[in-house]
Every structure is written in structure tokens, then in C-alpha cells.
């Protein structure tokens, strides 16, 4: 690497670089009780486990049970990652992520050639029921808790079938089920432009999942908008917890209109960001509870105490991770697993050390369990419920932030919506001049990244640093994807067509006549339907192109089907 | 005897890499450094991420991925760039990198290999050293 | 192979139809390189008659760029090729630019028979229409059956690129509130084809009413066309390729007298450009001596032109 701009702080007697919080949010140097004056306690904050929840679900909170420890598990194929699933739940995992290849969570199956590039990549090529079977193997599925992180709204829609399927295959009700999906239609076009569906079908397949779900896997959370996403992106903490609550807003309502009430839907969930800055997210969390409860009873009416509850899952900022220094990785993580607990979260996945440099190894991730577990029963920090509760500051930046929000929201309702926001290129537009906001402060040195724009290594790297380079995971070779295009293509040769072909056209006639896709879909992948079929049929019921990538055409029996339909 | 015209880059994302971010920052970066910018966006296939570079006359292809298939990605779009019979276009990669996809990338001849967080200025300064 | 500057190579090149060729002949004529006026020359001789050349106009984020992408679809079903011309705004501030209008024309990345060339304004090198006149020379020479140009429809350059083609579609989009501004800047005059986008949209209908109106004082047989879209549906396409139809076909009536005009234009352009670059050789030294009181602006203009004919 060439010359490395560095930042000159003075190393001894430095002074902070600025006087505002990673989102540009102005802080004096102290706080004291007139900043708080206008705070009420039983209207602001209540109790641990009273309305608003500002200060947790839960009266005993950590003591009664703790975060849900989870994972993305994303490694190349079933068996390693079965194997994984296995390590981990043995060290203190509680919550399995279950995510895929990126080609398989774009809605496309491996043996398209567009898959190639990114086959196995971010997890495994789940493209049939074979797959999960297969992934799933001994491992508790009535009592696990799952969750769904993927990029494009099919995926939620496939995958959660394949997940039922599995269970009703081996007899498991499937009411026992638990867990959640993103299904966030918003961050799916927003941050990652999945190219699976267009926005409005996006729209209608996450409210068939979100309806099917509410009727048969009660424990299932069939939606939890995310701001983990469009704030790695570039949005900042206020338009992360405002995007989050406009979708759910929007989500709530739609369901109205499908005759589902917020007390039959139950609790809300949010994937939130734990970035950087420590009180910033800590306040962050404690306001989304409150925001939403304050939404669920003014505005859906919600009478039951469960459907104004809002649980934060935490992804931890992978962007903070550098790939310079790796080691100080351990730190940034460390404290933002911190700002977690003393938010009150419910379930927690920490990016690992060695994140910034490749697919996180196995060793990183149980450091990051072991890291929890320090916090928890050698610091003793989820002792007490927000035990930051009553900081002069946090409570200040907790309603600070509350009217950023509410700014923020207000602006999008007059904008039409957040459809419409998104839509119209709006959010993008946010989302860009936050972005381009945050670059500039790196140029100019507002805002220190050690190790990359300040506090530089000089000379040669430490052993420690180097060997977390050395056990990152590696991707899988041009020989494992070319195995892997053989298996799909004989497992698509090997499937009973005659059982197949109508469920298949099940799904194809639901989605034209309207009905709910989540049962056919089910239906469909139990005979062996794979993601890359469930995207293009559905895609073709809407008379679009059957491929998202348009180099593919449908497979006869999916022409087949369109003739005599 | 070169005409003077701004540096010309390509910046494409091969494959289905959902992550932008790095790119798009590289993309504002090279165009306030007074070049010339084509975005590819995601989702792209080699063969097309070549047909981009050459129809655009572009000086640089600027490869970005954060799956770990950067060597991958870039042997088969030079393996494009050849069949359109054009060897002058420099190929840059950054994204997810280890020191062995590193060493390949080199062995290849694509220069850069930048990590996360590298400072913009380096990457402009060594799009401006190849030019 | 490293890729040649060679005038005779690269004129070898387009005549086998190979890409490198044009990429390289727009760079040179774009930059004003060596060999620019010889590449001009045996493209202007080499150009196809017969091609259709059309522009789409309209504000950012109309959705112009989706649209074509629909467009050129419709001509490879029917078997044609096709370039595309693309305009994005340079820099102010850098002289850099982003060329993002190819991202949502993806799909024909991978077919050899459709090219899409994206420009930068750059003021400073004779103008944007200055570059797109010319490219059209080379495209026309490399002998596509549809030539589209995009340009983004906000200033007096994009009125003259409209000089340049057969038929300029203006997209709008209901709710923009920007009818009248259009109608200011004189591009409800040049649009041969009126495209409502995002049709699904409220207001679309009133948008229709507003533009019918302001063209209900042309005859019926000259009135444009106005058309529905919903290009990120692929809505409403059809009904645009008619239009262009039912526009081509009015003009062959008066074709040669319209083709007379657009070479009489394309020699006012290129001459006004190459006066222009000359006079702006002249012009420190005479704002010098006009701030030290030596002449006054009048006299020093009269003063270049003098010095160029002599």
C-alpha cells in the first residue's frame, strides 16, 4: 500500500476532535437536573416492564433471562455449517441465524450464471428443502430459536416455508416454531436493490408471510423492520429508529386492511445498530421502546401489554471493524456488546474480530460468546435493569432524540409515506447526503477511526495482529462451485415432476388470483421446488420476466403451467 | 499525443455482493477528484462488467467485493477483457482480502488491494499513478 | 493489445464493426484529440442514411433512463441494433462526473449488438451538444439501426441536441409541479413526443389535461403524441414505440427540407464552436487592457475579429 494520510492527534495531551455525538447530535460538556426537568418518570420512562418500557420489557429484566445470543452462521456448506451450529449451541448459543449464499438470497439458484461469483459466499447455497434438511440435522428445532437476516423479501417467504416444511415433514408442530424474519421491504430495495421483485410485489409478499405466520406459528415474529442495514449504509441513529418505525407503522396498517388487529399480531420487533458511540446507541434502544409503545396504544389502539412491547435484536456494526490493527477490533466490539446490555436488548449477535478481513472463523465467534459471558457473570453488568437510567445525559439525549424523530417521521408522512419516500428516490437521497456527511468528517479529521485515520502502527505488524489475518475463513474454490452446480442440476433432474408440477402451479395461481403464497409455498418446497422457481414463478404470475437477471428462461414445466393456467 | 481528458473509471461489482457502501464512497471520492466515474451497479456479470470498460474507453476497472471472491471475480473479468482483445485497461481491486487473495490478485497483475477503511486518498493517488 | 489512437486503425476498426474502434473515436473527438477533424470527416462519409435517430429529454429521476431500457428492448425483438448516447452533468467544482444511467440499462450489458456510450457535459470543451453532435457522426458511420440519445432536459444544450435528432420525446412525471418551468425553458416547443412516466402515480390525468392544453393550439396532424408510462412496470411502451411511428412518419413528409436544416444547423454549430474556442484565445489580453483603460469592450471584440481575419 502506498503513503497513508494519518490525522495528527496529539498522543499525550490530545483534546476529543468534536463536541457532538456520531450522529451530529450537539452535546454541552455536562448535564445537569434543568436538562431533565421536562421528563417525567411515569410518563417518560416507568419501571422496567411498565408502559413505555423506556427502561426494558421486563421488571426483572437480565435476572429473569438473558439476550439471546445469536450468530449469522454463514459458512460454504450444510455439513460445516450443521457442524458449526453444533460447536456453538455447546458454548452458550441460544439463537440460530440462518442465513444463505448472497445468489441464493437474491432469489436465484446456484446453477444460474449470475450465482457463480458469489456461490457459497455469506452462507450456504440453500436452494431446496435437501439443503435444509440436510443443515438442520439433530438440532433442536422445537425449542431453537431462528432467526432470518437475508437480503431479498423472497427469501423470507421461501425460507420460512422451507423451515416449516421441515418441521412438518418430521411431524414437529409447527406452532412450536420461534424466532423471527426481517422481512423489511423497505431495506431490501433501500440498501441492498434486490433485484428478486419489484417494490410492489415486495409489498404483498411480506404482508402473505406476515398473515400466514399470525394465523399458524404464533411464536414466530414474521417481521422486524431493520435499521442495522440502512445505518451501515449511511443513515445516522435518528433515521435508523425513525425508518424502523415508519415501516412498522405502515406494516400495522396494511395488515388492517387484511382484518388483522395489533393485538392478534402481538410484539413488535426491531433489528437494530449498535455503533460506536456508547450512550448514543444505549439511548437509542431505550427510545425505540418507548417510541413504539407510544404508537402501538395512540395510534392502533393496542389494548394488550404484549402488542405494545417492542424487542430489539442488535447486529453489532461490522463497519466499525478496520481492517488495519484487527485486534482492535476486540475493543470496539467489546463495547458495543456493552452499550447492548445496559440498553436492554433481547437478543445480541456481535460481528467478530476478524470481520474487516474475511468470513469470520469459528475461534472469533466463540470469543464473542465468551466476551458476553465475561460481561455477564464477572462484570455482574445485567444485575440491575437500566442501570443507566437517570443519567442527567442519557435521559437529556434519550428525549433529544425522541424529537429528532418525531421530525423525521412527520417529514415522511407528508412526503406520502415511506413507500412513496423510497419510491420517489427520497430516501435514497437521505441516505446518500448522510453517507457523503460521514466521509467528509473522516477527510477532514472530525472523526477519528484508530488505527486507519489516527493512532497509525508504525513499522512492521505484531504477531497477534497477523495470525487473526491468518485464521480468517476462506471462501470456497472454483472446484467446491463447480461441484455445487452439478448437485442443483442433478437434484433438479432427480425431483418427481408429476408431484411438483402442481404445487407448483398452486402458487403460480394464488399469486395471480390474489390469495396468500406463504401455504403453496410451503406446499411447493416440500416436493422440491427451489428459490430460484419460487421467485420466477411468482415473478411470472405477475407477466415479469421469470429471471431477476433476465439471461435465464422459465424451465418447461414452468411454461407449461403458464399455457394451461 | 494522448488527447488530455479526465482519468476514466469503471467501478463494477460482480456477482450478487449485496454490500455498496465502499464502492459508492469510491465513486463520490474519484468524481471530487476530478475524474470520470461509471458506476456499474450490483448484480453484474463479468462479461458485461468488460463490455462497460471497453465501450466506455475507461483507463481503470475498479473491482469491488465483500464475499471473499475478489480473486475469482477478477480472473474472469480479465479472462472478458482478453476476448475483446484489450490489455491497456488497468484492473484495481478493494473489498474483503486476505494476504493469499492478495498475492493471486498481484500475480495476475491487478494492482490496489485495498482492505476496509483504507484511506480514499491512497486509492485516488494510486488510480493517478497508473494513468 | 493495448488500444491504438491510429486515425486509420480505428476508422478500420469501425468499418469491421468492432467496438474498440468507436469507444476510442468518441474519446478522441469528445477530448478534442489529434485526428479529430479526419475521424469527423470519414465518419460523416461513412454514415448510414437510414438509421433513427431519436433523444429522450426530461428532469433527473423521470425515470428516462428505465425507459429506454424498455425501448431498446422493443428494437432487439425486432432485430435491430442499437447505440445509446447517455449525458450526465460534470462537476462544477472537480471537472469529474458520475455516469450512472448505464446502471439501469444492465440487461443489454452482455449484447454485443446494443453500445451505450455515457458522456460528461464539460462545459469547457465546445459544450455538451458540441460532443453529442459529433458522436452521432461516429455512430451513425458504425451503422446502428436506432441511435437514442439521453440528455437531461434542464438547459439551453439539451434544446439543441433536440436539433440533432429525428424525434425528441420529453418525459414528465405527475407531481413534479414542473410543467410550467418546462414550458419557460422552451422544451414544450422542441418535444416531437410527450411521455407521462409513473403514470400509476396521482395526478398523472391532470398532468395529461395541463400538456394537452398548452398543445392544443397546434394543428391535429403536427399535435404531439401524449403517452402513458409506467417504464419500471414496462407499462405504456408499446404506446411509445407508436408514437415514435406515427412521428417518423409525418416527418417524411417534409424530410428533406428538415434534413436541409439540420445540416444548415450542424455547420452553424460547429462553426459558432470553432469561433468560439478562437476568440477565447484573445480574450485575457483584452480584459487586461480593457481594466488598465486601454479600450473598452466594444472596441476590443471588433479588435479579435479583426485579428482573425487577418
Redesign the interface.
Known sequence: MGEQVEVKVDRKAGHMVRTSTQSGIEVKPFYNDKDVQHISYAEDLGDPGSYPFTRGLYPEMYRDRLWLKSFIVSYATAEETNKAFRQYIANGLTDLRLLCDLPTQSGIDPDHPSAWNSMMCGGVATYAINVYEEMLEGLPLGEAVFEFAHAGMSSFLYFYGLLVAVMENKGIDIKKLRGNSINDPIRSKLVYGCPDFPTFVDRRICLDHIEYSVRNTPNWRPIAPNGVDPCQAGMDAVKELGGCLAVATQVMTDLAERGITIDEFGPMVFALDAESDFFETIAKFRLARKMWAKIAKEKFNAKTKRAMQLKIGIRTSGLSLTHQKPLNNAARVTLQILSCVLGGVNSLDASSIDEAVGLPSIEARLFNLDTQHIITHEANVPLVADPLGGSYYLEWLTSHMETEVNKYLQEIEERGGVFACLESGWLNEVLEASRLKVQREKAEGKRLIVGVNAFRQEGEEGPVNKAIRDVAYKPPTVAAREEKVAEVKRYKAGRDMKRLKPLVKGLYRATKEGRNTQRPVIDAAKAGMTVGECVGVIRTAYGIHYDPFKEIEMPDFVREIVKET | MEEKRPIRVLIAKVGCDIHERGALTLMTTLRDNGMEVIYTGRYQTPKGVANAAVSEDVDVVALSDHTGSLPIIAESVLSELEKFGVSDIKVVAGGLLTPADVKSLEDMGVTGNYGPGTPMEVIVEHIRGLV | ???T?NVDELIDLMKNRD??GL??A???V?????GKVRLLNEAFKEASGTCLTLGFTGAP?VGKSTLINSVIKQYRQAGKTVGVITVDP??P????????D??RM??H??D?DV????L?SRKALGGLSEATKYALYLFKAFGFDVIIVETLGVGQDEIDVAKFVDVTALLLVPGYGDTIQMAKAGIMEIADIFIINKSDRPGAELLKKQILNILYMKPEGERPPVVNTSA???EGVEAVMEAIELVRSRSTIDGTERYRRRIAEEIRSSALSLLKNKVDQHLEQMVDRVLTCATTPIEAAEDILRHLRG
Not at chain 3, 30 to 34: C, P, Q, V
Request: net charge positive; charged share 30%; aromatic share 4%.
Open positions: 493489445m493495448a488500444r489512437t467496438i474498440k469507444a476510442r468518441i474519446s478522441i469528445e477530448n478534442d484529440g489529434e429521476g460534470t462537476s467544482f472537480s471537472g469529474g462526473a458520475v455516469l450512472g448505464r446502471l444492465k440487461e450489458n452482455t454485443s453500445y451505450i456510450r455515457s460528461a419500471d412496470r414496462d
